[in-house]
């Protein structure tokens, strides 16, 4: 049974860097892609990024120039630093693995950490 | 990106009865060369992640109830819980992967009358 478990610091003031990360017991790390989801408080959801095992990433052209995603495989864990915050970025941040089998790879996602509410205020 | 939009935005439905929620791509989400529908489908509750239900548009996902099913093809899909349930309240996201970013639609509001 794969879980995620992901922390970080919660209030941020405007200009500042989030920092999250998630760890994954359980299951294979290497062989999987690993996302970051954000959920502002009461709308949808919006997908940041990816990585895998290897580094890889892929992220939301919308967040790219601010959004980077790192991985160490020795730790089975990733991070998410997103810099330069604004209101607009006060969200549930959710870490979640995206389904491979068989080399073949599709990003529905299951199954998520338990979620960071980050604040940004000044 | 692919933009998914879901009707209704919040639906009421008697306990045992049907609920049915829509949910429509601006453009397919029908992958030709297999012949699979790139689309998902979550239920949310209050303070948790949310869940996996339904991939491929139809296939649930282990451990999910049967009541849960998912049908369409192309650009429509409908997620059909056959007989609601107290705990099935929640909030319902479809969302596709076929291409890059997934996206998700706003979310369906499901309570009971």
């Known amino acids: 049974q794969v879980q995620l478990q992901q922390w970080g610091a919660g209030l941020l003031k405007p200009s500042e860097t989030l920092s999250l990360n998630c760890a994954v017991y359980?299951?294979?790390?290497?062989?999987?892609?690993w996302s970051w989801i954000r959920q502002p408080p009461g709308k949808g959801l919006e997908w940041i990024g990816e990585?895998?095992?290897?580094?890889?990433?892929t992220y939301n052209p919308s967040l790219k120039s601010r959004v980077t995603i790192s991985v160490d495989t020795s730790k089975n864990q990733y991070s998410l630093r997103l810099s330069s915050v604004t209101a607009a970025d006060t969200a549930v941040y959710y870490c979640a693995r995206g389904y491979c089998s068989g080399g073949s790879c599709h990003n529905w996602f299951d199954p998520w950490g338990q979620g960071t509410l980050v604040t940004v205020s000044s | 990106d692919i933009v998914m939009t879901q009707s209704p935005d919040s639906l009421a439905v008697s306990l045992g009865e049907r609920a049915t929620i829509n949910c429509k791509s601006r453009?397919?989400?029908?992958?030709?060369?297999?012949?699979?529908?790139?689309l998902a489908w979550y239920q949310q509750k209050p303070g948790q992640p949310p869940k996996l239900l339904i991939y491929?548009?139809?296939t649930r996902e282990s451990g999910v109830p049967d009541r849960f099913s998912g049908s369409g093809s192309g650009t429509d899909f409908t997620l059909t819980i056959s007989s609601l349930q107290a705990e099935d309240v929640a909030v319902y996201y479809c969302q596709q992967y076929y291409s890059t970013p997934p996206t998700f639609g706003q979310g369906t509001r499901l309570e009971t009358k």
């Open positions: 359980g299951g294979s790390f290497s062989g999987h892609y």
């Open positions: 990585i895998n095992h290897s580094g890889s990433t």
């Open positions: 453009q397919s989400v029908l992958y030709s060369s297999n012949n699979k529908n790139y």
């Open positions: 491929w548009a139809s």
